[in-house]
């Protein structure tokens, strides 16, 4: 069974939404942001602090700190209409970058920016999907692209999707969000997050987000191990939406969606949260 996937006209003008540094408190509506909470904590002083995040622990005789559950798992395949099991799977993503880093103009009040169009987001509606760099150094980028979730319409009335958190669900109990439900894509609460390469993420079970797109120069690429439970029914393991614009003969970056990136001034490890959402 493949998955049927759904196209969306969107109405003129477009829209663009300015990524930001990805943090765990802004992020947290659509998933986690796994990174090391205290990079400048040497295991060796771990017994000195007197509290650690995560219900971190001294661990391997002293010579390591574990930090605890930072991003939950869940199977929701139990509640898959095709009642075929889910399996946990580790792949890798080899991924071309796809947008260019912007540099910075001196002579530009205003940094200029590059953009992405943004063409497709999809779900996996009975499980969470993990993207953790591999050997990425800091200053390797990617993108994080997420949206809401409408209310159930006719439109997605073919799509199945899990109805509620439940103890037989594998870490059902401790799952940290509500289950976004059945709809499509909600494009006015879209958000854009850049994160590093030091920073993993996990898409919560059924959010709408974007394939991966690396960013760097062309010809460049950055690996991803991706950790997630999947049971080969094309429909319930990934259901993928399209758009399409109104109009022809507009220029890129004039109508549909697209993502703003502008020039990275020092590592992220703060900066504002959320992102501009604006008419073109």
């Avoid at 219900?55 to 930072?70: L, M, P, R």
């Avoid at 080899?94 to 920016?113: E, F, K, L, Q």
């Avoid at 990934?238 to 109009?247: A, I, N, R």
Wanted: glycine share 8%; charged share 15%; aromatic share 6%.
């Amino acid at each position: 069974m493949s998955s049927p996937a759904k196209n969306i006209v969107l109405p003129s003008p477009g829209l663009v939404v300015e990524a930001v540094p990805i943090t765990r408190e802004a992020f947290s509506p659509f998933g986690d942001v796994i990174a090391n909470p205290q990079p400048d904590l040497h295991p060796s002083s771990a017994t000195s602090v007197p509290s650690l995040p995560f219900d971190g622990i001294s661990a391997n005789q002293g010579s390591a700190i574990k930090y605890q559950h930072v991003s939950r798992q869940i199977n929701l395949y139990p509640q898959a209409p095709s009642a075929v099991p889910g399996v946990s799977v580790m792949n890798i993503f080899v991924c071309a970058s796809r947008i260019r880093i912007p540099t910075s103009s001196p002579s530009s009040s205003r940094p200029p920016a590059t953009t992405f169009p943004v063409r497709v987001l999809e779900r996996h509606p009975f499980t969470t999907q993990t993207f953790i760099p591999l050997s990425a150094p800091e200053n390797q980028h990617y993108l994080v692209i997420v949206a809401p979730t409408l209310p159930p319409a006719d439109a997605d009335s073919d799509l199945p999707v899990p109805m509620k958190l439940t103890t037989a669900d594998q870490a059902g109990s401790s799952y940290p969000r509500p289950l976004p439900g059945r709809g499509l894509p909600d494009l006015g609460g879209l958000r854009a997050f850049t994160a590093t390469g030091k920073q993993a993420v996990t898409y919560g079970a059924g959010i709408w987000h974007a394939p991966m797109v690396a960013v760097g120069e062309p010809g460049t690429a950055m690996d991803f191990l991706v950790v997630q439970f999947a049971n080969g029914v094309g429909v319930e393991d990934c259901q993928e939406v399209y758009f399409k614009s109104e109009g022809e003969g507009k220029k890129e970056g004039e109508q549909g969606i697209a993502v703003e990136l502008t020039p990275f001034s020092k590592p992220q490890d703060a900066g504002p949260v959320g992102s501009r959402l604006a008419r073109l």
